[in-house]
Every structure is written in C-alpha cells, then in structure tokens.
C-alpha cells in the first residue's frame, strides 16, 4: 500500500528543491548590472571656517552629467559635473553625511560615494543683535549654557578677543557705513562654536509708516489701523508718511525703514493711484536703490513689481473682500520643499515652529473670522519650465531673482509658491525688503482676539529690527 503520509512529505521536499532551483537559476540568468557610470573618486570632506568643502574626482564620461547630492537637510541636484560643493554653517556635535552620485544623459545613476564630517567645538551663543546709538554700534549676545574659554568678536578684518563672560560690546565709530561684526564662542581646546553674522548698517534710523490717509487716525481698515497702532506703541521715534508727501517731494534720506501695509476690503485689490504717480515711484526707487529697506504687508507686496526691484509675470493667488468663519489655526511653512529650513532666519526668531509631516510651521491665526487676503506668488517653478517639486526651481528662482523664500501656505509641501521672501540687494537696488503676503498673517481678527497675535507681532519686529541694520 502507498504510505500517503510519505508520499506527501516527498512532494513538498520536491516542491522546496524546484523552488530553491528556479530562484538559483533565476540569479545565475539574471545578475545585477553594473552601473553605467562610475562612481567618483576620492571624496573627501574638510572644514574651513564654518563650511563643509566637499571635493571628489569625476570619471571620463563624454556626455553630460548632473551631480546628485544628499546630505543631512535635503539633496541638491546640480545639473553640470562640479567637483566640489560647500555646505554650511556645521553645527558642532553633529554628525554631517554627503552622499555624490552622478546621472548620465539617460538618466543612469552611478553608485553613490559617502563622507561623514563630525565637527568639536562649543555651542554657538544666540540673540547676537546690534543697537545704534549715535554712530556706536552696542552689540549683545546670549552666552551658552556650557563652559567656554571666552568670545572671539571680529569686526570686518579687525579681532578682538573678550573674557568667557562678556556679553555686550561697543563698537566706537565716528562715521556711516556698513559693518560685517562674526562671533565665537571658544572651548578650552582653541575651538570655535558655529559662527554668527550680523552685517550692520550705521546710518538713518528712522521708520516711516506709508499711507494714503492724512494721518493715523484717519486709517480706516481695521488691519492697518492695528499694525500702525502697534508701530507707534512700540517705536515712538517711528513717523507717518502720507504719499502726498512724497508727490511735494518729502526727503525720505532721514528714514531707515519704509513699512507699507495696504489692506482692501474690496474685491479690487489694485494699488490706489496717488501711490502710482510718477513722482512717488521714482522716489521710493530712489531710496530703495540707495540701500533704503522696506517691509509690504498684504496686497502692498505688488509695489516690489511697481519700483521696478521684481519683474517676473509670476501666477498671483489675491484675496480680499469680508471673509467668513473657520475653525482652523492657519500659519506659514518655513521649510520651503521641505529641503530648505527657514526657521532659523532674523524674523522667525524666538518663534517655534510645529514639525507637520516633515513641514515647519509657524501658527498665525485661530479659529475665528478670518478675511483670508493674500497676495502671494503661485505656479513660480511653471514659469520657469520646471515642475513643482523640482529641486532646480527653487535655486533657478531664488537665484535670477536674488530673493529668499521665506514662507508659504502652510500645505505647501513644494515650490509652488510664495507667501513671505526677502529681496537681496543687486546690481541696482542696494536696499534689502520684505514682503508678506500671506492671508494668515492677519493684524485684527475681526471676531475676537486671535490666540496667537503675539507671533504676528514677533515677526513683525524682527522683520523691521533686521531691516534696520541690512
């Protein structure tokens, strides 16, 4: 008789030796290819002042390669065969990667080559600020909480050196012009801590608050009405400037900042006319090109396209008209791409930000009534042929632009938009600005007080603190 009990045991020994078999013979068929390109040569990492230099050797390849990057923040896709890419500032006690792989015309990745960059040293000391007075320039800084051999203060080529407990310093000066101030912390060892910057301009210092109503108290939005409020709460020395002031040809030189907000209510968002003329455009370019700041709130955000400082047709999202109730808590992404982190810029200091699914955001506004009017930046990567995602938008607009992306709404997880930047001085206009166009970023919540004003006001300051010294 047939022992089915065997029998069944002998089928699945068969079974598992033709299945061992196929998968051998399946790999014996078919064995990984090699990759196409080659991998670099002699990758290697150094530290020079506060920046990763990363160099390396490309292969002989007679097409065209792009240079694939990844390090700790994101990737860099750098669409030419560079041999060597700078990385910084490198925070101490952290371990750095940079992993460089090649892509070749069909789109065949070499294998990727890795270095590790570990840097000793103190942390960095924070709230690194200047304040005018006179022509002085009075420095301050937070020290860190670990023991340090003292605080290395440069002041353009010029170094001083102060004791571990200095926490202010006066930087005598008879004269305007701009300054570039670096600051260490030094450990026992003769380590510096990460560097921080402040460029200071010692010049003008005043604010001007830009309308078209005869005065403050003739303001009619509510929004404006609340930033010009606060503005004069908290720098009395600040003057209200009606453009018709400008026409009669007002000398703007005595001001430092210029902030415009302008809110419209209406469902015609279009900048009013007395702020057009010929005469008070050319001024405020004028004064814009001499290094003179402005901070554009809301739909005032256009007047960088007005002066002539931004001329990209990018798509715009605008909104004004009553609002309407909502429940939520908006805010502002300061993680642009998810690749490039903002947060850590002069006007979101002191805010801290919730990590959303790999997003930094900032709240604005709670649940409440909100008017939602924007005038940010949209499709910017179609403009320029790229797709949202697409690592070369970001640097292609922020680079032929001379701009900073700053923030956007707080979904975006691309580089579809922009709801607050920072323009950079160019070859024409010396003067740094602020825009913030975003709807959340709302100065009066029209149904009660909005819990987290306090942040709207943080930004604000820190927007017209950096302007001031820029």
């Known amino acids: 008789m047939i022992n089915f009990n065997n029998l069944k045991d002998i089928v699945l020994i068969v079974v598992f030796l033709g299945t061992f078999i196929s998968c051998s013979y399946d790999r014996d068929i078919e064995p990984v290819a090699a990759p196409v ?10 530290l020079v002042g506060d920046t990763a230099v990363v160099r390396w050797d490309n292969p002989s390849y007679e097409g065209n390669l792009t240079t694939r990057i990844n390090h700790n923040k994101g990737i860099e896709n750098i669409n030419a065969p560079v041999h060597i890419f700078k990385y910084g500032i490198i925070d101490v006690n952290t371990d750095y990667f940079f992993t460089v792989k090649l892509q070749d015309d069909q789109g065949n990745y070499s294998l990727g080559e890795t270095v590790i960059l570990h840097r000793e040293g103190p942390q960095a ?7 005018q007075e006179g ?16 605080i290395r203060l440069r002041v353009d080529s010029e170094e ?22 670096q600051i260490n912390a030094m450990d026992e060892e003769g380590n510096p801590s990460p560097s921080k910057y402040l460029n200071f301009t010692v010049g003008a210092t005043k604010i001007g608050y830009l309308g078209t109503a005869p005065n403050v108290g003739s303001i009619s939005d509510d929004d404006v009405i609340a930033s ?46 007395e702020v057009t003329s010929e005469k008070v455009v050319s001024a405020i370019a004028e004064f814009h090109r001499k290094g003179g700041a402005l901070l554009l709130n809301t739909h005032a955000v256009q007047y960088l396209w007005t002066i002539g400082r931004m001329t990209p047709n990018f798509g715009t999202a605008i909104g004004a008209g009553g609002g309407f109730d909502n429940p939520d808590t908006w805010g502002v992404n300061v993680n642009i791409g998810r690749a490039h982190d903002k947060s850590s810029h002069p006007i979101f200091e002191g805010l801290n930000a919730n990590n959303v699914d790999g997003r930094k955001i900032i709240p604005l506004i709670g649940p409440g009534w909100k008017e939602d009017h924007n005038y940010v930046f949209v499709d910017l990567p179609a403009y320029y042929g790229y797709g949202n995602a697409d690592e070369a938008a970001y640097t292609t607009i922020s680079e032929e632009n001379q701009i900073n992306i700053l923030g956007t709404w707080d979904g975006i997880a691309d580089y579809f938009m922009m709801g607050i930047f920072e323009t950079l001085p160019n070859d024409e206009f010396n003067g740094t600005a602020i825009g913030i166009g975003i709807g959340s970023f709302e100065w009066n919540q029209n149904n009660g007080k909005n819990n987290f004003q306090e942040n709207i006001e943080a930004i604000t300051k820190n927007a017209l603190d950096y302007l001031k010294v820029q």
């Open 160 to 181: 001083i050196s102060l004791p571990a407990d200095a926490t202010s310093y006066t930087f005598n000066n008879e004269t305007y012009s701009t300054y570039k101030f």
């Open 37 to 46: 390109i080659s991998s670099v040569d002699n990758l290697q990492v150094e």
């Open 135 to 150: 022509t002085n320039i009075n420095l301050s800084w937070t020290l860190p909480e670990e023991t340090i051999s003292g």
């Open 228 to 273: 010009a409020n606060w503005l004069f709460e908290n720098y009395p020395d600040a003057e209200y400037v009606q453009f018709s002031d400008i026409e009669e040809g007002l000398d703007l030189s005595e001001f430092r900042v210029l902030w415009w907000h302008y809110d419209n209510d209406s469902n015609n968002p279009a900048l009013p006319a």
């Open 125 to 131: 000391v924070t709230n690194f600020r200047g304040v």
